[in-house]
């Protein structure tokens, strides 16, 4: 028969010590005045300090007139409350030995035995608590690829600002051109990194009243400024335009950012917050709708710009399910002879009340919903019918067609070129592919690969607007070409001007060295087409041959000509 026990006061004793001094949490004993008269094992660990030297310390560890002002209006809050309650709780950051600040939760509770007054302390170490939380409180409110105030901050900040500032405050909407066509050709590591470069490029410019940079996510950032007249801002503007005329160096491509900006500001277009958003968002897809690359100021007029895209949007998707785009050919002709020896064709759209369109009426809007490749197809096709048709009367001139990276970058690219041989029957050396300079502006594996297949194919390949880029001859060395075409900005000033002269000969010298042919653009007169002759330029293109002419207009004229 087990027979009870009862605990001795000294083990007990004994067993309570040991507990606290084994205890997670710091434990610490104060007389009266708040000075140590014992700690534990882990409040030595925590503060860096052994028993001996705190005994008879203050709980500051020194004298009152030693302490921060912080420190001593703490302390004054815990003698208050203990006094008055018996009790004190907080939260603060303790400095240790080795200067080191822990984030504590502290608790004192004031105690008497034998009527002498302790006050026991008990300190828990929260800062892995509170570093959760400040991470998980950046996780909400900044992008985690910049680190930049994500667009709650950048909207909880302008709220803030347009009832304290006293001065005019400018929103500005951003987005980076092309991103998607970034994204794709790129991949989705390089296009952060590009992100981040362009970020770091935007904080190296120390804007002046800058009061939040923000990135909303992907393209999407925003600025907010203040300043005593708003128009100030457009300097810092011009100056964030410029960083993007330095390339951006990205995993050994070589890429050349553009940006879209829309700008708004109190008090000139309203005073609240989701106005002021608004109107720059307005501001900023006026400028993507033409093209980007440019700043825009909101103005009532956008109102209905933006009314009229819809409807042409509409339009748009219509016409491509319609076919009602379709190609006009320029005639390409040997210099010397005049001798038609191909076509560039070229997008019209026969819109069913507004007539006979030209590009610039409906590409940007074209490019914006992403139907270029639509486009594309639908051009191709008509292309190829029209060379069936000449090749079955005899006629070997070829037709070129254009193409941008958008078009490069879809996965049916190169298998709807192919097809086209197959369906129609026509002899590859018969297409050609005028390349723009955007799609290699991207310098990726990407945009080589498909232009090696499409060569493979027995395509020719023509760089288009040679010379009005950064690195043309670059592409020349990288890209399989089989025509240069100068850019008729050279060409306009060919006669009279030594220097554009001295320009396209460099050009041809090149071509002849890199076994490439040369094509001259916007030729529109007889003394620049006599000139180029002169200076053995072969083949050319402009009014002073023919403007964009119907197919059947085109079928007269080589009729003409084998006559």
Request: with cysteine; proline share 3%; glycine share 4%.
């Given at each position: ?345 070229l997008v019209r759209w026969q819109h069913p009340t507004r007539g006979l369109l030209k590009p610039i009426d409906f590409i940007d809007a074209i490019i914006k919903l992403k139907l270029t490749f ?190």
């Amino acid at each position: 028969m087990n027979t009870f026990s009862p605990i001795t006061e000294p083990i007990r004793q004994q067993l309570l010590t040991q507990l606290c001094d084994s205890l997670d949490d710091a434990i610490f004993i104060l007389d009266s005045n708040l000075c140590y008269l014992s700690v534990n094992a882990t409040y030595e660990i925590m503060i860096g300090y052994h028993e001996p030297f705190l005994i008879g310390r203050p709980l500051g560890i020194y004298a009152a007139e030693f302490l921060s002002d912080q420190e001593r209006t703490i302390l004054k809050d815990i003698i208050s409350h203990l006094n008055h309650d018996g009790f004190y709780e907080n939260n603060f950051a303790m400095a240790t030995r080795y200067g080191r600040t822990l984030n504590c939760h502290m608790t004192f509770r004031q105690m008497s035995v034998e009527g002498t007054l302790y006050h026991i302390g008990m300190v828990r170490d929260i800062s892995a608590e509170i570093q959760e939380k400040e991470e998980l409180a950046h996780l909400l409110n900044y992008d985690p690829l910049t680190s930049l105030p994500n667009r709650k901050i950048f909207l909880s900040q302008t709220s803030e600002l347009l009832l304290e500032s006293y001065e005019e405050v400018v929103v500005v909407r951003l987005n980076i051109d092309r991103y998607r066509i970034l994204a794709s050709t790129l991949g989705p590591d390089n296009v952060d990194n590009l992100v981040k470069n362009f970020v770091a490029r935007v904080d190296q410019l120390e804007m002046d009243n800058l009061r939040c940079f923000s990135h909303f996510g992907g393209d999407d950032f925003a600025l907010l400024f203040e300043f005593d007249d708003a128009h100030m801002v457009r300097h810092q503007l011009d100056r964030l335009m410029q960083i993007c005329e330095r390339p951006f160096s990205l995993d050994n491509n070589v890429i050349y950012l553009h940006v879209s900006i829309g700008v708004s500001y109190f008090p000139e277009h309203g005073n609240q917050l989701t106005d002021l958003i608004t109107k720059a968002e307005k501001a900023l897809n006026y400028v993507k709708q033409h093209g980007g690359d440019d700043v825009c100021w909101y103005h009532k007029r956008l109102k209905d710009v933006n009314g009229d895209s819809l409807q042409l949007e509409s339009e748009i998707r219509t016409a491509i399910n319609e076919c009602q785009f379709i190609p006009y050919y320029q005639p390409k002709v040997v210099l010397a002879t005049g001798e038609t020896t191909g076509f560039e064709a070229l997008v019209r759209w026969q819109h069913p009340t507004r007539g006979l369109l030209k590009p610039i009426d409906f590409i940007d809007a074209i490019i914006k919903l992403k139907l270029t490749f639509e486009l594309f197809c639908q051009m191709s096709m008509q292309i190829a019918k029209q060379l069936s048709i000449w090749q079955a009367m005899g006629f070997t001139q070829h037709i070129c067609i254009n193409a941008d990276a958008t078009e490069f970058s879809h996965p049916e690219f190169f298998d709807f070129v192919s097809s086209l041989f197959t369906q129609h029957f026509i002899h590859p050396h018969q297409l050609h592919i005028e390349v723009t300079e955007s799609s290699l502006m991207l310098r990726h594996a990407s945009v080589k690969q498909q232009l090696n297949a499409i060569k493979a194919l027995g395509i020719c390949l023509a760089l288009d607007d040679f010379g009005t880029g950064y690195a043309s001859l670059s592409y020349l060395q990288e890209y399989p070409f089989d025509f240069i075409k100068i850019d008729q900005s050279f060409i306009s000033k060919i006669v009279g001007d030594r220097i554009q002269l001295a320009i396209v000969k460099a050009i041809l010298d090149l071509a002849i060295a890199l076994d490439m042919k040369v094509i001259a653009e916007g030729i529109e007169t007889e003394a620049q087409r006599n000139l180029l002759v002169e200076i053995d330029c072969t083949y050319g293109q402009g009014y002073w041959f023919s403007r964009p002419i119907t197919a059947d207009a085109a079928t007269e004229m080589l009729s003409k000509e084998r006559k």
